[in-house]
């Protein structure tokens, strides 16, 4: 069966910093894009970034310089580093993992707000 789940999100004011994990079982890990998507109340899913096995990485625009995706091979773990926070970064982000098949996590509130 596989799972994977998201952690770290949470209520942080603007120019705030917070750190998702997401933690995949169930599949070769180290073969998987791994990605974080986010989607805001009323809008459509958006890829934030994603890293390939290769551990190539690409962000979204509005992310860049602020955001950093990484993955650790050994943990079975893929993170987000998310700093200066605005309030345009609030939504519900989620891990996915893509190869063979395509996997969601259930997804981490991130609010931010003063």
């Known amino acids: 069966q596989v799972q994977l789940v998201e952690s770290g999100g949470g209520l942080v004011e603007p120019g705030g910093s917070l750190r998702l994990s997401c933690v995949v079982s169930?599949?070769?890990?180290?073969?998987?894009?791994m990605g974080w998507y986010r989607q805001a109340p009323g809008k459509e899913r958006e890829l934030v970034a994603h890293i390939t096995r290769r551990f190539n990485t690409n962000y979204l625009d509005s992310v860049k310089d602020r955001f950093t995706i990484s993955r650790d091979n050994a943990k079975n773990t893929v993170y987000l580093q998310m700093n200066s926070l605005k309030p345009g970064d609030t939504a519900v982000y989620y891990c996915k993992a893509t190869f063979t098949g395509t996997y969601w996590g259930r997804g981490t509130q991130v609010t931010v707000s003063s």
């Open positions: 169930g599949i070769d890990f180290r073969v998987f894009t």
